[in-house]
């Protein structure tokens, strides 16, 4: 069974924290992704990777950093919280990018409050 | 870049009805267009996507279709149960997702 684990189901956080979010993905793909989901804005990439070291930015960067040291994990980073930074982090991962047709599969979200 | 628009953005049927999920983008370079399901507490699932050189796609009670000179597509759904009940969302690559429907289903 294919798995995308992100590192919290939860978590709480206080402005002006450095906060990180870990996701590891066990099927050997090559590119992964960051997305916050928001009601009535669904999904928005962050930014992704489609190789070690490398990464690319998204729709909605700004105050993120990503590392990607190993193949199967990718890390989301927050460098100083925001109160406007409280969402839905999802993670996923896929062999091939934008338009290659093999599934996408996406960790099941990390829930973070800036407060 | 890509934007991809769906509507509506939520959607209430009787069990046993249809359910239709329509989905615009802007880039006509845009090849791949997957559907996904999410559940409360869970990450999207795939349950569907269809490439550009194909008009329609079924699987059981599930179809999408594609018209790429609209640029559009839909997602249908027959004889809904209640386990149909959950967030679809629409994507353009896998990189640009539409807001997302509310589907509800009524027993």
């Known amino acids: 069974d294919v798995k995308v684990t992100q590192s919290s189901r939860y978590l709480v956080k206080r402005t002006g924290e450095k906060v990180f979010l870990e996701c590891v993905q066990d099927?050997?793909?090559?590119?992964m992704f960051w997305y916050r989901q928001d009601p009535g804005l669904g999904l928005r990439l962050i930014y992704f990777?489609?190789?070690?070291?490398?990464?690319e930015k998204g729709d909605i960067p700004e105050g993120y950093s990503v590392s990607r040291e190993k193949k199967e994990r990718f890390s989301l980073i927050l460098e100083s919280a925001s109160t406007n930074q409280t969402s839905m982090y999802l993670c996923?991962?896929?062999?091939?990018?934008?338009?290659?047709?093999?599934?996408?599969?996406f960790g099941p979200g990390t829930r973070l409050t800036v407060l | 870049g890509e934007n991809v628009e769906q509507h509506p953005s939520t959607l209430s049927v009787q069990e046993g009805d249809s359910a239709v999920i329509k989905c615009t983008y802007s880039?006509?370079?845009?090849?791949?267009f997957p559907w996904y399901k999410q559940e409360l507490g869970k990450g999207p699932q795939l349950i569907i996507d269809i490439r550009s050189n194909v008009g329609e796609k079924k699987d059981q009670r599930i179809a999408v279709t594609l018209n790429k000179t609209a640029k559009h597509f839909s997602l249908h759904i027959t004889e809904t149960q209640p386990e149909d009940s959950a967030v679809y969302f629409c994507?353009?690559?896998?990189?640009?997702f539409g807001a997302g429907t509310t589907v509800t289903v009524r027993a």
């Open positions: 996923a991962s896929s062999q091939t990018l934008a338009g290659g047709a093999d599934t996408q599969y």
């Open positions: 994507a353009a690559t896998k990189l640009s």
């Open positions: 880039d006509s370079a845009s090849n791949y």
């Open positions: 099927m050997d793909h090559e590119n």
């Open positions: 990777s489609y190789d070690v070291k490398m990464k």
